[in-house]
């Protein structure tokens, strides 16, 4: 019996250390791969994918930490130490209830220790470029979100031997450089709060198939150009969240459950899907978002859910039929603590922060 090969899909942009603070002030901070291209890499690689990051890991603690939770789930990490090696990104979360009981999600990009600014993101040069090319034959997809001369020439390399591309911009960035982007992508998906302003980001001439702009709570619009022109904006309502414990994250489920339903065949295959089949598509995107916002952190339930489970719920979900999720348990804690390159173990706002870092576990 041979084995059927599993859909390949590789990505360039944030890959990130998330640190993440609950609203328990006694649980363990969790450590996760983080970022918007390592969780829809993660996601992917969970709902049965090859996944290859391209990152410029240079093992240092952070790296190290998330190299083995990508592992933990399947990601090929053959390009995520590509050169010249840099820090890995570190993003703190923390979970906190308002006065008014909302949840609110603080993203922290310095030390609490101290207070330098954490590393932050450094694209991936043309030494990836080099290295990546000749492993993109066969690749269904790949994915981008932030943008570099060497990400977009990865990007074209992959589109010409085939494969879809998604661009899932964090920012306006460059004009230069965002307008390739968007002439190379198929997909291009961004979120109304950082790209408000651009109102429909499709150029003439542009090879973009589906843009889908995510509306929060309100749901998502789309179009498409499956028939012989453009669809007209087709809104779709929000699937009701079983339970509220955080959203983040549920943009990169919503992304990577799309790319599952529509970019397995390649673009051969995304050319195939129609009208219909993008819808039902987003639906199901729009049910793993859903699911995710039950648990703490981008993606909590897939440490406390088994697989067989998590089919089980979307299923649910999509059917309307599921309004409970179980209570969600830690995820078992091992390793150490995650320090910031810039610490030095006699800095006086080390011990003030002290009780809050001590929560942090790898």
Request: proline share 5%; net charge positive.
């Amino acid at each position: 019996m041979t084995s059927v090969a599993k859909p390949k899909v590789f990505g360039t942009g944030l890959i990130a250390l998330d640190l993440v603070l609950g609203l328990n002030p006694m649980s363990p901070v969790r450590s996760w791969a983080g970022g918007t291209c390592g969780n829809v890499l993660s996601i992917l690689a969970y709902l049965g994918w090859d996944a290859f990051p391209i990152a410029r890991m240079n093992g240092d603690p952070a790296s190290e930490r998330v190299r083995a939770d990508l592992a933990h789930w399947g990601v090929h990490l053959d390009f995520a130490n590509c050169s010249p090696a840099a820090h890995t990104p570190i993003i703190i979360q923390e979970i906190r209830r308002g006065k008014d009981g909302k949840l609110r999600h603080r993203f922290s990009w310095s030390c609490p220790q101290c207070g330098e600014w954490l590393p932050s993101f450094k694209p991936v040069t043309t030494a990836a470029v080099q290295a990546v090319t000749p492993a993109l034959d066969n690749a269904s997809v790949f994915f981008l979100d932030r943008l570099s001369r060497a990400a977009l020439s990865l990007a074209k390399e992959a589109s010409e031997r085939g494969a879809v591309i998604v661009f899932e911009p964090s920012g306006k960035g460059t004009d230069k450089l965002m307008a390739e982007a968007i002439d190379l992508a198929h997909i291009v998906k961004y979120a109304d709060q950082r790209l408000a302003t651009l109102g429909g980001v499709i150029n003439k001439g542009a090879a973009t198939i589906v843009e889908v702009q995510t509306l929060g709570e309100q749901g998502l619009k789309y179009r498409h150009r499956f028939g012989r022109s453009w669809s007209k904006w087709i809104h779709i309502g929000a699937v009701p969240a079983p339970r509220l414990a955080d959203t983040c994250g549920s943009g990169d489920w919503c992304t990577a459950g799309l790319i599952a339903k529509v970019a397995a065949g390649g673009v051969g295959g995304f050319h195939d899907v129609g009208a219909d089949g993008l819808r039902a598509a987003l639906r199901y995107a729009q049910s793993l978002a859903a699911w995710n916002c039950g648990f703490e952190g981008a993606r909590g339930g897939m440490y406390v859910v088994a697989r067989d489970a998590f089919d089980a719920q979307i299923a649910a979900l999509l059917a309307g039929e599921l309004d409970h999720l179980a209570d969600a348990v830690d995820e078992p804690k091992t390793g150490s603590l995650i320090d910031c390159p810039a610490c030095s173990t006699t800095s006086p706002k080390r011990r003030v922060a002290s009780h809050r870092v001590r929560r942090v576990a790898a």
